[in-house]
């Protein structure tokens, strides 16, 4: 905003903000689409996360942090997603709540791969999964 409350006066620009002049001298900011001031310090760094982007620790809102079980994380213009699993790890009931809930070196059920149950396999001599 130009000339606000002065001839002269230009209200100064903050990152990730919209600015208009008010009653006065006085400038007011607002935050942009996607963007949020999570540190709540609009007149020294406006609306300094990008809510909607890639952040995974401010993914769709401030403080939003992106967390799944023997997963990696992703955010994706503000959504959550899981990653790839985390090494001996997989996603047998592709349900991302509990991440990469199995363990293919030890789960009896999903032994080393989703579709063996090392108990229900005749020709297996032991009903135990190990590395």
């Known amino acids: ?22 009653a006065g001298p006085s400038c007011s900011y607002s935050c942009l689409g996607g963007y949020s001031n999570c540190d709540g310090n609009m007149a020294a760094n406006g609306c300094e ?14 403080g939003s942090r992106c967390t799944y079980t023997n997963a990696g994380a992703v955010c994706n213009s503000g959504t959550c997603a899981m990653g790839t699993c985390t090494t001996n790890y997989q996603d047998c ?8 809930e199995s363990n293919k070196l030890t789960d009896n059920n ?7 149950n090392c108990a229900a396999l005749s020709r297996i001599s032991t009903t135990s999964c190990t590395s």
């Open 1 to 22: 905003a130009n000339n606000c409350g002065s001839c002269g006066y230009v209200c100064p620009a903050k990152y990730g903000t919209s600015v208009s002049c008010v």
């Open 110 to 116: 999903h032994c080393g791969t989703c579709i063996n």
């Open 93 to 100: 009931n592709s349900s991302p709540s509990d991440g990469c």
């Open 49 to 62: 996360i990008h809510t909607l982007g890639s952040d995974i620790n401010n993914c769709g809102g401030c």
